[in-house]
Protein backbone atom coordinates (compact mmCIF):
# COMPACT_ATOMS: atom_id res chain seq x y z
CA UNK A 1 0.00 0.00 0.00
CA UNK A 2 2.69 2.09 0.79
CA UNK A 3 6.00 0.76 0.36
CA UNK A 4 8.55 3.87 0.46
CA UNK A 5 11.25 2.24 -2.28
CA UNK A 6 14.67 3.81 -0.23
CA UNK A 7 14.53 4.68 2.82
CA UNK A 8 13.28 8.13 4.35
CA UNK A 9 15.71 10.91 4.95
CA UNK A 10 14.16 13.29 7.94
CA UNK A 11 15.62 16.87 7.50
CA UNK A 12 16.57 18.38 10.86
CA UNK A 13 15.14 21.85 11.56
CA UNK A 14 16.55 22.42 15.06
CA UNK A 15 14.09 25.28 17.01
CA UNK A 16 16.05 28.36 18.07
CA UNK A 17 14.62 28.40 21.86
CA UNK A 18 15.27 24.68 23.33
CA UNK A 19 14.44 24.61 26.94
CA UNK A 20 17.22 26.25 28.96
CA UNK A 21 19.87 23.49 30.68
CA UNK A 22 18.39 24.62 34.17
CA UNK A 23 14.93 23.74 32.99
CA UNK A 24 15.51 20.55 31.24
CA UNK A 25 17.52 19.23 34.16
CA UNK A 26 14.53 19.75 36.40
CA UNK A 27 12.00 18.11 34.55
CA UNK A 28 15.04 14.86 34.22
CA UNK A 29 15.17 15.39 37.95
CA UNK A 30 11.37 13.98 38.52
CA UNK A 31 9.67 13.65 35.16
CA UNK A 32 6.50 11.91 36.16
CA UNK A 33 4.88 10.18 33.10
CA UNK A 34 3.87 11.83 29.80
CA UNK A 35 3.51 15.36 31.19
CA UNK A 36 6.88 17.41 29.66
CA UNK A 37 7.69 16.84 26.46
CA UNK A 38 11.16 17.23 24.23
CA UNK A 39 12.49 20.27 22.08
CA UNK A 40 11.34 18.71 19.07
CA UNK A 41 8.94 16.07 17.05
CA UNK A 42 9.17 13.98 14.13
CA UNK A 43 6.80 14.72 11.73
CA UNK A 44 6.35 12.65 8.03
CA UNK A 45 3.70 12.91 5.36
CA UNK A 46 1.62 10.16 3.26
CA UNK A 47 -0.33 10.48 0.49
CA UNK A 48 -2.23 8.13 -1.50
CA UNK A 49 -0.42 9.54 -5.03
CA UNK A 50 2.83 10.53 -3.47
CA UNK A 51 3.67 8.07 -0.45
CA UNK A 52 5.73 8.88 2.23
CA UNK A 53 7.56 12.45 2.12
CA UNK A 54 8.25 15.61 4.09
CA UNK A 55 10.12 13.55 6.51
CA UNK A 56 11.42 16.07 9.37
CA UNK A 57 12.40 16.83 12.44
CA UNK A 58 11.01 19.91 13.42
CA UNK A 59 9.96 22.13 16.94
CA UNK A 60 7.80 20.27 19.40
CA UNK A 61 4.28 22.26 18.95
CA UNK A 62 0.65 22.04 17.89
CA UNK A 63 -0.51 20.26 14.92
CA UNK A 64 -2.39 22.09 12.60
CA UNK A 65 -5.41 20.47 11.44
CA UNK A 66 -8.85 20.92 9.23
CA UNK A 67 -11.87 20.04 11.48
CA UNK A 68 -12.83 18.04 9.19
CA UNK A 69 -9.53 15.96 9.56
CA UNK A 70 -10.94 12.72 9.35
CA UNK A 71 -9.18 11.12 12.61
CA UNK A 72 -11.59 13.60 14.38
CA UNK A 73 -14.58 11.63 13.46
CA UNK A 74 -13.95 8.34 12.19
CA UNK A 75 -10.77 7.51 14.64
CA UNK A 76 -8.84 5.82 11.72
CA UNK A 77 -4.82 6.36 14.53
CA UNK A 78 -2.46 3.69 15.66
CA UNK A 79 0.24 4.35 17.94
CA UNK A 80 3.41 2.67 19.72
CA UNK A 81 4.78 2.87 22.85
CA UNK A 82 8.87 2.39 23.50
CA UNK A 83 11.79 3.46 25.63
CA UNK A 84 15.14 4.78 25.06
CA UNK A 85 17.34 3.93 27.88
CA UNK A 86 20.80 5.41 28.70
CA UNK A 87 23.72 2.97 29.43
CA UNK A 88 26.62 3.97 32.46
CA UNK A 89 28.73 4.90 29.26
CA UNK A 90 26.27 7.65 28.07
CA UNK A 91 25.50 5.93 25.06
CA UNK A 92 21.55 5.32 24.23
CA UNK A 93 19.66 2.42 23.30
CA UNK A 94 16.18 1.25 22.65
CA UNK A 95 14.33 -2.50 23.21
CA UNK A 96 13.26 -4.40 19.97
CA UNK A 97 12.20 -1.54 17.78
CA UNK A 98 11.92 -4.24 15.25
CA UNK A 99 8.84 -5.90 17.12
CA UNK A 100 7.24 -2.25 17.60
CA UNK A 101 7.49 -1.60 13.98
CA UNK A 102 6.47 -5.02 12.80
CA UNK A 103 3.22 -4.28 15.27
CA UNK A 104 2.87 -0.93 13.99
CA UNK A 105 2.45 -2.97 10.31
CA UNK A 106 0.23 -4.90 11.57
CA UNK A 107 -2.21 -2.37 13.55
CA UNK A 108 -2.07 0.25 10.13
CA UNK A 109 -3.34 -3.19 8.03
CA UNK A 110 -6.44 -3.63 10.41
CA UNK A 111 -6.88 0.66 10.42
CA UNK A 112 -6.17 0.73 6.53
CA UNK A 113 -3.43 3.11 7.32
CA UNK A 114 -0.38 3.32 5.21
CA UNK A 115 2.46 1.03 6.39
CA UNK A 116 5.64 2.56 7.73
CA UNK A 117 8.76 0.43 6.60
CA UNK A 118 10.94 -1.13 9.36
CA UNK A 119 13.96 0.80 8.34
CA UNK A 120 11.77 4.46 8.33
CA UNK A 121 10.30 3.50 11.62
CA UNK A 122 13.79 2.95 13.57
CA UNK A 123 15.11 5.45 11.13
CA UNK A 124 12.56 8.23 13.05
CA UNK A 125 13.46 7.05 16.25
CA UNK A 126 16.88 7.63 15.69
CA UNK A 127 16.52 10.97 14.46
CA UNK A 128 14.51 12.30 17.26
CA UNK A 129 16.52 10.87 19.95
CA UNK A 130 20.17 11.97 18.47
CA UNK A 131 18.57 15.91 18.57
CA UNK A 132 16.90 15.44 21.53
CA UNK A 133 19.45 13.00 23.09
CA UNK A 134 19.77 15.51 26.38
CA UNK A 135 16.42 14.46 27.10
CA UNK A 136 17.41 10.50 27.73
CA UNK A 137 17.89 10.75 31.71
CA UNK A 138 20.79 9.34 33.13
CA UNK A 139 20.27 5.98 34.09
CA UNK A 140 20.45 6.55 38.23
CA UNK A 141 18.31 4.30 39.99
CA UNK A 142 18.22 2.56 37.41
CA UNK A 143 14.31 3.43 35.52
CA UNK A 144 14.36 6.27 34.48
CA UNK A 145 14.31 6.79 30.10
CA UNK A 146 12.82 8.61 27.56
CA UNK A 147 9.10 6.97 26.64
CA UNK A 148 9.19 7.07 22.58
CA UNK A 149 5.45 8.01 21.18
CA UNK A 150 5.01 7.19 17.68
CA UNK A 151 1.75 7.59 16.40
CA UNK A 152 -0.17 7.95 12.68
CA UNK A 153 -3.57 9.44 11.60
CA UNK A 154 -5.36 10.23 9.13
CA UNK A 155 -5.34 14.22 8.51
CA UNK A 156 -7.15 14.62 4.97
CA UNK A 157 -10.00 17.02 5.75
CA UNK A 158 -12.85 14.93 4.25
CA UNK A 159 -15.61 13.22 5.39
CA UNK A 160 -16.34 10.24 3.44
CA UNK A 161 -15.95 6.99 5.91
CA UNK A 162 -13.24 5.94 3.36
CA UNK A 163 -9.53 5.20 3.91
CA UNK A 164 -7.76 8.38 4.24
CA UNK A 165 -5.74 9.70 1.35
CA UNK A 166 -3.40 11.78 3.29
CA UNK A 167 -2.05 10.46 6.51
CA UNK A 168 0.23 12.28 9.18
CA UNK A 169 3.26 9.84 11.18
CA UNK A 170 4.68 11.67 14.00
CA UNK A 171 7.00 10.74 16.89
CA UNK A 172 6.69 12.91 19.93
CA UNK A 173 9.37 11.63 23.74
CA UNK A 174 8.34 12.17 27.02
CA UNK A 175 11.56 11.81 29.84
CA UNK A 176 9.79 9.05 32.48
CA UNK A 177 11.11 8.60 36.14
CA UNK A 178 10.38 5.20 37.56
CA UNK A 179 7.22 3.77 37.66
CA UNK A 180 6.95 2.96 41.51
CA UNK A 181 9.15 6.13 43.07
CA UNK A 182 8.03 4.78 46.03
CA UNK A 183 8.95 0.81 45.61
CA UNK A 184 7.63 -1.47 43.62
CA UNK A 185 3.33 -1.76 45.10
CA UNK A 186 1.11 -4.96 43.90
CA UNK A 187 -2.32 -3.59 42.13
CA UNK A 188 -5.36 -4.61 42.93
CA UNK A 189 -7.83 -5.22 39.80
CA UNK A 190 -11.41 -4.80 39.19
CA UNK A 191 -12.72 -7.47 36.84
CA UNK A 192 -15.21 -5.90 33.93
CA UNK A 193 -17.56 -7.94 33.43
CA UNK A 194 -20.38 -5.36 31.99
CA UNK A 195 -17.64 -3.49 29.94
CA UNK A 196 -15.29 -5.60 27.49
CA UNK A 197 -12.68 -4.02 25.95
CA UNK A 198 -12.45 -5.71 22.12
CA UNK A 199 -14.50 -8.45 20.58
CA UNK A 200 -13.76 -11.30 17.76
CA UNK A 201 -13.18 -9.62 14.35
CA UNK A 202 -12.54 -5.83 15.84
CA UNK A 203 -9.74 -3.94 16.82
CA UNK A 204 -7.98 -5.68 19.78
CA UNK A 205 -4.87 -6.63 18.47
CA UNK A 206 -4.13 -3.49 16.96
CA UNK A 207 -2.86 -0.56 18.62
CA UNK A 208 -5.38 2.00 18.37
CA UNK A 209 -6.98 4.88 19.93
CA UNK A 210 -10.36 3.61 19.96
CA UNK A 211 -9.60 0.59 21.86
CA UNK A 212 -8.17 2.76 24.42
CA UNK A 213 -11.35 5.00 24.80
CA UNK A 214 -13.62 1.93 24.94
CA UNK A 215 -11.70 0.73 27.99
CA UNK A 216 -12.29 3.63 30.11
CA UNK A 217 -15.18 2.74 31.00
CA UNK A 218 -14.58 -0.20 32.76
CA UNK A 219 -11.03 1.13 34.66
CA UNK A 220 -13.62 4.26 36.16
CA UNK A 221 -15.84 1.69 37.29
CA UNK A 222 -12.57 -0.34 39.05
CA UNK A 223 -11.83 3.09 40.62
CA UNK A 224 -14.93 3.52 41.65
CA UNK A 225 -14.51 -0.02 43.55
CA UNK A 226 -11.41 1.04 45.40
CA UNK A 227 -9.24 -1.02 42.25
CA UNK A 228 -6.33 0.18 40.37
CA UNK A 229 -7.32 -1.07 36.95
CA UNK A 230 -9.65 -3.26 35.59
CA UNK A 231 -8.77 -6.99 33.88
CA UNK A 232 -11.15 -7.00 30.36
CA UNK A 233 -12.69 -10.66 29.54
CA UNK A 234 -13.53 -12.07 26.01
CA UNK A 235 -16.91 -10.41 24.78
CA UNK A 236 -18.32 -13.67 23.74
CA UNK A 237 -18.34 -15.96 26.51
CA UNK A 238 -17.28 -13.47 29.25
CA UNK A 239 -15.43 -16.56 30.71
CA UNK A 240 -11.74 -16.23 29.83
CA UNK A 241 -9.03 -13.37 30.87
CA UNK A 242 -7.89 -11.44 28.25
CA UNK A 243 -5.78 -8.48 29.39
CA UNK A 244 -6.00 -5.11 31.45
CA UNK A 245 -6.82 -1.57 29.32
CA UNK A 246 -2.46 -1.16 28.81
CA UNK A 247 -0.88 -4.32 29.84
CA UNK A 248 -0.94 -8.32 29.56
CA UNK A 249 -1.06 -11.04 32.30
CA UNK A 250 0.59 -13.39 33.67
CA UNK A 251 -0.17 -16.38 36.46
CA UNK A 252 2.68 -18.31 37.93
CA UNK A 253 1.47 -21.66 39.54
CA UNK A 254 2.95 -23.61 42.41
CA UNK A 255 3.98 -26.32 39.62
CA UNK A 256 6.61 -24.07 38.02
CA UNK A 257 4.57 -22.72 34.91
CA UNK A 258 4.02 -19.47 33.60
CA UNK A 259 0.68 -18.88 31.86
CA UNK A 260 -0.79 -16.08 29.14
CA UNK A 261 -3.66 -15.50 27.63
CA UNK A 262 -3.31 -16.87 23.83
CA UNK A 263 -3.49 -14.45 20.83
CA UNK A 264 -6.96 -14.61 19.54
CA UNK A 265 -6.75 -11.63 17.86
CA UNK A 266 -8.89 -9.46 20.43
CA UNK A 267 -5.32 -9.27 22.69
CA UNK A 268 -2.36 -6.72 21.88
CA UNK A 269 0.83 -8.75 21.33
CA UNK A 270 2.89 -7.29 24.04
CA UNK A 271 6.95 -6.67 23.37
CA UNK A 272 7.20 -7.13 27.06
CA UNK A 273 4.84 -10.73 26.87
CA UNK A 274 7.18 -12.13 24.38
CA UNK A 275 10.15 -11.40 26.12
CA UNK A 276 8.98 -13.20 28.94
CA UNK A 277 7.51 -15.82 27.19
CA UNK A 278 11.78 -16.30 25.97
CA UNK A 279 13.12 -16.02 29.08
CA UNK A 280 10.58 -17.83 31.02
CA UNK A 281 12.84 -20.97 30.62
CA UNK A 282 16.15 -19.30 31.88
CA UNK A 283 14.16 -18.82 34.97
CA UNK A 284 12.92 -22.28 34.72
CA UNK A 285 9.20 -21.01 34.33
CA UNK A 286 7.33 -23.74 31.60
CA UNK A 287 5.52 -21.26 29.70
CA UNK A 288 1.91 -21.77 28.37
CA UNK A 289 0.10 -19.59 26.02
CA UNK A 290 -3.42 -20.62 26.27
CA UNK A 291 -6.98 -19.11 26.73
CA UNK A 292 -7.49 -18.97 30.68
CA UNK A 293 -11.07 -18.93 32.06
CA UNK A 294 -11.92 -16.68 35.21
CA UNK A 295 -12.23 -19.21 37.60
CA UNK A 296 -9.21 -20.71 36.77
CA UNK A 297 -7.96 -17.74 38.78
CA UNK A 298 -10.34 -17.58 41.38
CA UNK A 299 -10.14 -21.07 42.16
CA UNK A 300 -6.51 -21.15 42.10
CA UNK A 301 -5.83 -18.42 44.03
CA UNK A 302 -8.04 -19.56 46.82
CA UNK A 303 -6.74 -23.05 46.84
CA UNK A 304 -2.99 -21.92 46.48
CA UNK A 305 -2.47 -23.74 43.16
CA UNK A 306 -1.74 -19.67 41.88
CA UNK A 307 1.34 -18.52 43.71
CA UNK A 308 1.72 -15.40 41.62
CA UNK A 309 0.05 -13.17 39.46
CA UNK A 310 1.49 -10.11 37.28
CA UNK A 311 0.81 -7.45 34.73
CA UNK A 312 3.47 -6.43 32.22
CA UNK A 313 3.87 -4.04 29.51
CA UNK A 314 6.49 -1.38 28.23
CA UNK A 315 5.48 1.82 30.81
CA UNK A 316 6.65 -0.21 34.39
CA UNK A 317 7.77 -3.45 32.82
CA UNK A 318 6.33 -5.90 35.63
CA UNK A 319 3.76 -4.63 37.84
CA UNK A 320 2.60 -7.35 40.82
CA UNK A 321 -1.32 -8.01 41.05
CA UNK A 322 -2.78 -8.55 44.58
CA UNK A 323 -6.48 -8.98 44.87
CA UNK A 324 -9.14 -9.55 42.39
CA UNK A 325 -12.29 -7.84 42.69
CA UNK A 326 -15.83 -8.02 41.53
CA UNK A 327 -19.45 -7.53 41.77
CA UNK A 328 -20.15 -9.52 45.32
CA UNK A 329 -16.47 -10.75 45.91
CA UNK A 330 -12.61 -10.93 45.82
CA UNK A 331 -9.90 -13.28 46.35
CA UNK A 332 -6.27 -12.72 46.87
CA UNK A 333 -3.51 -15.80 46.13
CA UNK A 334 -1.39 -14.45 48.53
CA UNK A 335 -0.98 -15.79 51.52
CA UNK A 336 1.20 -15.22 55.19
CA UNK A 337 4.97 -14.24 53.68
CA UNK A 338 3.89 -13.89 50.53
CA UNK A 339 6.81 -12.54 48.26
CA UNK A 340 6.26 -11.73 44.59
CA UNK A 341 9.60 -13.46 43.68
CA UNK A 342 9.54 -14.61 39.59
CA UNK A 343 7.77 -10.98 39.15
CA UNK A 344 11.03 -9.18 40.44
CA UNK A 345 13.06 -11.76 39.15
CA UNK A 346 11.64 -11.16 35.59
CA UNK A 347 11.17 -7.22 36.04
CA UNK A 348 15.31 -7.11 36.95
CA UNK A 349 16.20 -9.30 34.11
CA UNK A 350 14.57 -6.99 31.72
CA UNK A 351 15.74 -3.44 33.35
CA UNK A 352 19.50 -5.18 33.40
CA UNK A 353 19.16 -6.34 29.89
CA UNK A 354 17.83 -2.60 28.58
CA UNK A 355 20.49 -0.39 30.81
CA UNK A 356 22.97 -3.24 29.63
CA UNK A 357 23.63 -4.15 33.48
CA UNK A 358 24.03 -7.63 31.87
CA UNK A 359 25.11 -9.41 28.81
CA UNK A 360 22.09 -8.83 25.87
CA UNK A 361 22.49 -12.71 25.00
CA UNK A 362 19.06 -12.38 22.97
CA UNK A 363 19.71 -9.25 20.58
CA UNK A 364 16.99 -7.58 21.82
CA UNK A 365 18.86 -3.94 21.81
CA UNK A 366 19.17 -1.41 19.19
CA UNK A 367 21.49 1.69 19.87
CA UNK A 368 20.29 4.85 19.04
CA UNK A 369 22.88 7.30 19.65
C1 LIG B 1 -3.69 -3.05 25.64
C2 LIG B 1 -2.25 -3.27 25.90
N1 LIG B 1 -1.85 -4.51 26.18
C3 LIG B 1 -0.55 -4.80 26.42
C4 LIG B 1 0.42 -3.80 26.39
C5 LIG B 1 1.85 -4.14 26.64
O1 LIG B 1 2.57 -4.03 25.44
P1 LIG B 1 4.14 -3.74 25.44
O2 LIG B 1 4.76 -4.80 26.28
O3 LIG B 1 4.52 -3.84 24.00
O4 LIG B 1 4.31 -2.38 26.00
C6 LIG B 1 0.03 -2.49 26.12
C7 LIG B 1 1.03 -1.42 26.13
O5 LIG B 1 1.48 -1.01 25.13
C8 LIG B 1 -1.31 -2.21 25.85
O6 LIG B 1 -1.70 -0.98 25.58
Not at 63 to 78: D, F, K, N, T
Not at 231 to 245: A, K, P
Amino acid sequence: MSQTATPLTFEVTRRPDPRPDVEREAVLADPGFGQTFTDHMVLATWTRDGGWHDARVTAYGPLSLMPSAAVLHYAQEIFEGMKAYRHEDGSIWTFRPEANAQRMIRSARRMTLPTLPEEDFIGSLRALVEVDQAWVPAPGNGEASLYLRPFMFASEAFLGVRPAAEVTYSVIASPAGPYFPGGIKPVTLWLSTDYARAGEGGTGAAKCGGNYASSLAGQLEGIEHGCDQAVFLDSSTHTYIEELGGMNLFLVTKDGRIITPELTGTILEGVTRSSILEIAKELDLEPEERRIPIDEWKEGAANGDIVEIFACGTAAVVTPVGELRWAGGSVDHRRDGHEDRYAEAIRNRLLDIQYGRIEDAHGWLTRLV
